[in-house]
């Protein structure tokens, strides 16, 4: 089933535990490889996302896209990266995008 890229613009993001990350704002492309390369959310939950930051996530965590968009992989929660902190660098796994 092919999925066009303007239906994915506000579908909501759900992460594998069934919380909702937010809505699809935008969608990056790798232009020369001709394919998504990731959904970006521009108001997440403060649950998921330190300050409710927009995020970037990676289209190879997307494990199905219908009525929502289901990841198989999210992190327990992101939180920006701070210069020399070792908690922020365990627990980030996707970088927060720059608002």
Not at 18 to 46: F, H, M, Q, W
Not at 88 to 99: D, H, I, L, M, S
């Amino acid at each position: 089933m092919l999925v066009e890229m303007t239906e994915l613009l506000g579908r909501q993001v759900y992460t594998p535990e069934g919380r909702l990350l937010g809505e699809v704002d935008n969608v990056v492309v790798d232009v020369e490889a001709a394919k998504i390369d990731g959904l970006y959310v521009d108001e997440t939950s403060p649950m998921l996302v330190e300050d409710s930051r927009p995020t970037n996530v990676p289209y190879r965590w997307v494990s199905a896209v219908n009525d929502v968009v289901l990841l198989k992989y999210f992190p327990r929660r992101v939180s920006v990266k701070r210069a020399g902190t070792r908690a922020a660098k365990e627990e980030t796994a996707v970088a927060p995008a720059a608002r």
